[in-house]
């Protein structure tokens, strides 16, 4: 009797187990989800979203396959992404992809135990992203974009080139962008040491365009150097038709506004960063804390120039300006 009650335990044991085994096999694995967070528009970040998605395909992950992607665009308004990362933070996603500082701060706000993965930012420590590059500490990692003197130091010296009779710059930044001012005392800090007159103009939204741009005509300006900053990149054609307008060489602070009727651009590739960035989300989600992943600096800078829109204004590139350019426009 015992011996048949043993048997008995141990087939039911078995099919229990088999149950088990096969309810777990039909249940679907959870798909991770990514939040992905940027300031300008979603036109503006094409290339770079295909960038990314494709280094996460060569990790191998698939969108809509075994990893899931939702999106959020500010389209160049600041102050919706408060809002657009609370929304990332309810939907309880996997990780975080801010683009940009505007967007990395206000992911940061939104929480503190998702982790975020920025992409491009300005100086991330000062910004107060992270405690250090070596160690960021928190929920926060990312690839930084060089910015600083040494960054406007290149620009202002292409422009000095370009411009031989060059002695005064205006400078374009949009005031509600949390790296503005650094961003200012930098270029106030090149122009200095260069004995070059720097005259400064602001631009809050896309209707202060024209008057900014007068402003430096009024002021007598050689040359524009245009910072990075979202809104400016969604409205890159718009800024490229000014410049030529006014017949004001430009130089911009990304490498897509050149490909929108710019005159040149010298800056680090992000669309190699939002590659690269795949390669974080892998780690995360296979167990790496983003405070232990060290912040990395951008690897790879262009200088591109555009003949085109250097005709459009009567300007004659320098052939040393034309041999320095990793890109030529024609």
Do not use: C
Request: aromatic letters at 6%; glycine letters at 6%.
């Amino acid at each position: 009797m015992i011996k048949k009650t043993a048997v008995a335990l141990a087939i039911a044991l078995v099919v229990v187990l088999a149950l088990v085994t096969r309810d777990e096999a039909q249940q679907p694995k959870k798909v991770p989800r990514i939040g992905f967070l940027a300031a300008a528009s979603a036109s503006s970040q094409a290339s770079r979203l295909e960038a990314f998605l494709q280094g996460l395909h060569e990790l191998g992950y698939t969108e809509g396959k075994n990893i899931a992607v939702e999106y959020r665009f500010a389209e160049g308004d600041f102050e919706r992404l408060p809002d657009l990362a609370s929304e990332l933070v309810r939907l309880n996603v996997d990780i975080i992809i801010p683009q940009s500082t505007p967007a990395s701060l206000a992911a940061k706000q939104a929480t503190t135990t998702i982790p975020i993965v920025f992409v491009a930012v300005g100086d991330a420590v000062a910004m107060g992203l992270v405690g250090s590059l070596a160690r960021p500490g928190g929920n926060i990692t990312g690839i930084s974009s060089m910015t600083g003197p040494g960054l406007f130091g290149k620009h202002m010296e292409i422009l000095k080139e370009t411009v031989p009779k060059l002695t005064r710059v205006a400078f374009l930044s949009n005031p509600t962008n949390w790296r503005s001012p650094f961003a200012l005392r930098e270029i106030e800090t090149v122009a200095r040491a260069l004995k070059i007159s720097l005259q400064p103009l602001e631009a809050r939204s896309p209707d202060e365009y024209n008057t900014a741009f007068a402003e430096a005509i009024k002021g007598r300006a050689d040359a524009i150097l245009v910072v990075s900053d979202p809104m400016f990149l969604s409205d890159r054609t718009r800024l490229a038709d000014l410049a030529t307008k006014n017949r004001l060489p430009a130089i911009y602070g990304v490498l897509e506004h050149v490909e929108a009727g710019g005159l040149m651009a010298y800056a680090a590739d992000r669309v190699d960063m939002f590659r690269r960035a795949a390669a974080y989300v892998d780690k995360i989600l296979k167990g790496s804390k983003p405070a232990d992943l060290p912040v990395e600096q951008p690897t790879k800078f262009e200088f591109i120039v555009n003949l085109k829109a250097a005709k459009q204004i009567g300007l004659t590139i320098p052939q040393s300006v034309l041999f320095r350019a990793d890109k030529v426009i024609k």
